[in-house]
Nanobody, 125 residues
Framework: QVRLVESGGGSVQAGGSLRLSCVVS????????MGWFRQAPGREREGVAV???????YYDDSVKGRFTISQDNAKTTVDLQMNDLKPEDTALYYC???????????????????WGQGTQVTVTS
């Protein structure tokens, strides 16, 4: 059974940094893309950053230059380093992963078959 387990998150003042980590386990075939979405109260879930097995990376425009996504050589762990955090980054952050090819956009939640439980990130001004 595939599991995605997130760690990191917490509360930080504006301008601060946090690091999220997600570990995937329980699969027999290498996953394709894996990354982070977030959802703030009253808003839709949105893609933040994704990295694929071939090292392609995607970022939402709102986090470019501030967030960096990376993965280990075994492709089991994906980290999101978040710098210069802003109050608008406050949300529940979810790890997501999919296997195989998909024609959906990288930031379409429907592309991802497996999700973590979410970890809260709160940025205070």
């Amino acid at each position: 059974q595939v599991r995605l387990v997130e760690s990191g998150g917490g509360s930080v003042q504006a301008g601060g940094s946090l690091r999220l980590s997600c570990v995937v386990s329980g699969y027999a075939v290498m996953r394709n893309c894996m990354g982070w979405f977030r959802q703030a109260p009253g808003r839709e879930r949105e893609g933040v950053a994704v990295i694929c097995a071939d090292d392609r990376v995607y970022y939402d425009d709102s986090v470019k230059g501030r967030f960096t996504i990376s993965q280990d050589n075994a492709k089991t762990t994906v980290d999101l380093q978040m710098n210069d955090l802003k109050p608008e980054d406050t949300a529940l952050y979810y790890c997501a992963a999919h296997w195989g090819w998909s024609g959906a956009s990288w930031n379409n939640p429907n592309r991802y078959s497996h999700w973590g439980q979410g970890t809260q990130v709160t940025v205070t001004s």
